[in-house]
């Protein structure tokens, strides 16, 4: 398998790159879309063809580059079947199965931080998009975000897969590339509560700032970056 972890310096936006490599098909999770030319030239390099695209959710920090890399290679453009986005090709639903070659990813609806968050097993590599992150969790004050939604989400679904499995987010902020299930749930500070009500509460009051160009990036984002 190939697999890069690709960082975006002005959102920190995580993008992951990942192929079969026997059929040379590739799937972008999380494109930017600034960063479209590099990953083109990526694709090129590596030999590979990039047949899919996934965006976790609709961002608010950053502007996809799906619609672009759809233009230029064709590939067809996925998101979990709650995105507002009309023109994704393919709405996957809870615990379906995405194809490539010989790689199978699970979908798996993580509502919190946003109403329409999706997060993507494959193996025993979680893309977990802003539900979860490396010492943190994806703030829910906006997108129709909800508190206790995201406690499901994160401690009935994403916290009962096995502790070995390898935590990959859509951001950080700190330079951590990678967790693991189990480290978060011994570490994570924002994990260490003893109920839901005590992490809406956290989650309430974390009187966040809106993040840049919110509007434009989420108009821009509902149409896939177009
Ligand atoms: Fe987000």
Known sequence: MIF???FDTKSSTYTYLIASAKGREALIIDPVIENVDSYINLLNELELKLVKVIDTHIHADHVTGASKLKDISKCSTIMGDHSPANTVDIKVKDDEYIHMDSLKIRAMYTPGHTSDSYSFLMDNYLFSGDT???????RTDFQNGNAKDAYNSIFNKLLKLPDETLLYPAHDYKGEKVSTIGKEKKQNPR???????EYVEIMNNLNLKKPAEIDYNIAKNIKLGA
Do not use: E, F, P
């Open 191 to 197: 994990l260490q509560v003893n109920s839901i009500d």
């Open 4 to 6: 890069k972890q690709l």
């Open 132 to 138: 979860l992150l490396i010492n943190g969790t994806g």
